[in-house]
């Protein structure tokens, strides 16, 4: 497992290559919401992130490189925007990287992302 320190306008984690489910629980503790960015072609497990006291919402976009486009973000961002997000609450990007990449565009307007 790898963990980089992202330090930008805002500071963020970027974990990469670890068992995503067990790494993430500490990340959810104090949280609201957690919005999870997955592609259409991958359904993982969220077994262990339904447990959470947080509010869970799944975000499903389309797979690959076709998932990096403006109006993919648009629509993310107006869905966490309907959901109520705030920069208190997490985004999860789990696949590659193409979907890790949209979940931090995601992320720019002042949310926090963890990435697997």
């Known amino acids: 497992m790898k963990i980089i320190e992202v330090n930008a306008e805002h500071q963020y984690s970027v ?18 919401r957690i919005a999870v960015i997955i592609s259409s072609a991958y359904s993982p497990d969220l077994t262990t992130l339904r447990s959470s006291d947080a509010e869970l ?24 925007g309907a959901a109520g997000f705030t920069r208190s609450d997490l985004i999860v990007g789990i696949g590659g ?8 565009f995601a992320a720019q307007p002042g949310f926090e992302v963890l990435i697997g």
């Open 57 to 80: 919402h799944i975000f499903t976009v389309p797979d690959g490189e076709d998932a990096k486009n403006s109006s993919t973000l648009i629509s993310l961002w107006s869905w966490l």
């Open 15 to 32: 974990v990469i290559g670890c068992e995503w489910s067990s790494t993430l629980l500490a990340e959810i503790k104090g949280r609201t």
């Open 97 to 104: 990287g193409a979907i890790t990449d949209l979940a931090g």
